[in-house]
C-alpha cells in the first residue's frame, strides 16, 4: 500500500470541499456526496500512479455523465491530468488528453444550454484543457533537466576527483621514487667513506638530510596540507625552472654526471608549467640514475619562449630494450603531464646506446584549455 503523501491528501479534500461549495453556489444543492467523494478520493495516490489515478477519476465522471448528474468536482479530472503530463510519458499524456476531450465534448453536448452555447463552451473546455496539460509538461521538462544538470554536475565532480587523484598519483610517484634513489644513494656512499674519508661522509649524510626534507614537504604540498605560516613554505617553493641546476646537482652528488643546459627567458613560462618541465626532468633524470651503471653522463636541454617549453634528456648509457608501456608510472605520467599542455613525449633508445626523452609543452594550447 503506497504511504499518503499529506499535500496530496489536503489536494484531495480542497477538490471536494470547492466541489461541493461550488455545486451549492451554481446548482443550489450539493449533489451526490458519494460521487463527489469518488471523483477526489484518487487523488491521494496521483504521485505513485499517475496514470492509472487518471484512469479511475475518468472512470468515474463517465459514471457521473451517463446519469446525467452535474458536479464541478469534475475539476478532479484537471488535477489528474496535470499530474500525468507531469509525472508520465508523453504518450500517457496525450492518451489522457484525448480522453478528457472526449469527455469535454460528451459534457458540452449534453449540458451545454442553449445548443448554440456547445462551440462556446467546447471551445473554453478545450482550452483550459491544453493550458492544463502544457502546464504539467513543461513541469515535467523543468524537472528533467533540473535531474540531468544535478547529473551533469555530479559527472564533473566526479572527474574532477580523478583527475586530483591522477596528479596526486603523479606527484607522489615522482617525489617518491626520485628522492628514495638519491638516498639510497648517497648512504650507500657515506658507508663507504666512513672509514677513508669520514669529511665525506658526513657531507653525504647531511645531503641525506636535506633530501628527506625537501621529500617531506613536496609529499605535504601535495597533498594540500603545507600551511602558509610554515618556515618550510618560503624556504622551499614549488619547484620550477629555477630548481633545474640544484636538480642536477644533487644527481651530482649521488653519483649521475648530470649537465643542464637552459636557453630562453624563464620568467614567461607559466608556474605550473614550470612545475611540469621541472617534473619531466626529474623523472627522465631518476631512471638514468637508476637503470645505467656508475659513469653514464646525462644531459639536460630545456628551451623557453612564449609559445612553448621544449625538454630533451639524452644519457649515454650502455644499450637497453624498450620497457613495456603498460608496466610501471614513470613514461605514463610523463606522458599524461606532456599532454596537458596539449603536448607530446617520446622516449626511447637513441642509435649506438643511451635514451633520449623529449617533450614538448605548448603554452598558447595551455591557456586556451
Known amino acids: 500500500m503506497f504511504r499518503v503523501n499529506p499535500r496530496d491528501g489536503t489536494l484531495a479534500a480542497l ?22 467523494v469518488a471523483l477526489a478520493l484518487p487523488l491521494v495516490w496521483r504521485r505513485y500512479a499517475p496514470f492509472a489515478v487518471f484512469c479511475v477519476v475518468a ?8 446519469a446525467d448528474v452535474q458536479t464541478l468536482t469534475d475539476m478532479a479530472l484537471l488535477v489528474a491530468l496535470h499530474t500525468v503530463a507531469a509525472r508520465s510519458s508523453r504518450w500517457h499524456t496525450l492518451a489522457a488528453a484525448i480522453t478528457l476531450e472526449v469527455g469535454v465534448l460528451l459534457a458540452a453536448a449534453r449540458w451545454a444550454a442553449p445548443a448554440d452555447r456547445f462551440l462556446t ?3 473554453f473546455l478545450t482550452a483550459v484543457l491544453v493550458a492544463v496539460a ?11 533537466r533540473a535531474v540531468r544538470l544535478e547529473s551533469e554536475r555530479d559527472q564533473r565532480a566526479r572527474l574532477a576527483v580523478a583527475e586530483e587523484r591522477g596528479r596526486i598519483a603523479r606527484e607522489m610517484h615522482d617525489i617518491v621514487t626520485h628522492n628514495l634513489s638519491v638516498m639510497v644513494a648517497l648512504a650507500d656512499a657515506a658507508v663507504f667513506a666512513q672509514r677513508y674519508a669520514p669529511e665525506r661522509a658526513n657531507v653525504a649524510m647531511r645531503q641525506i638530510s636535506g633530501t628527506g626534507r625537501q621529500a617531506l614537504t613536496d609529499m605535504r604540498r601535495t597533498l594540500g596540507v603545507l600551511r602558509a605560516d610554515e618556515p618550510d613554505a618560503s624556504r622551499h617553493p614549488a619547484p ?11 644527481m651530482c652528488a649521488a653519483g649521475l654526471s648530470a649537465r643542464l643546459d637552459l636557453e630562453g627567458d624563464a620568467t614567461v613560462v607559466p608556474v605550473a608549467a614550470q612545475l611540469t618541465v621541472y617534473r619531466l626532468v626529474q623523472e627522465a633524470l631518476t631512471n638514468t640514475f637508476k637503470h645505467t651503471p656508475s659513469g653514464t653522463r646525462a644531459a639536460v636541454r630545456v628551451r623557453c619562449d612564449r609559445d612553448a617549453v621544449t625538454v630533451e ?7 637497453v630494450r624498450v620497457p613495456d608501456p603498460s608496466t610501471g608510472h614513470g613514461l605514463v605520467g610523463m606522458r599524461e603531464r606532456a599532454a596537458a599542455y596539449g603536448g607530446t613525449l617520446e622516449a626511447g633508445p637513441r642509435e649506438g646506446g643511451g635514451w633520449r626523452v623529449a617533450a614538448r609543452l605548448d603554452l598558447n594550447a595551455r591557456g586556451a584549455a
Do not use: F, H, K, M
Request: proline share 6%; charged share 10%.
Open 15 to 36: 477538490v471536494l470541499l470547492g466541489g461541493v461549495v461550488l455545486n451549492n453556489l451554481v446548482y443550489g444543492s450539493s449533489g451526490p456526496l458519494v460521487l463527489q
Open 59 to 66: 472512470a468515474v465522471a463517465l459514471v457521473q455523465w451517463a
Open 121 to 123: 463552451s467546447a471551445a
Open 134 to 144: 502544457v502546464t504539467g509538461v513543461n513541469t515535467r521538462i523543468r524537472r528533467e
Open 240 to 250: 620550477g625552472l629555477a630548481q633545474l641546476e640544484p636538480l642536477t646537482a644533487q
Open 313 to 319: 634528456v639524452v644519457d649515454d648509457g650502455p644499450p
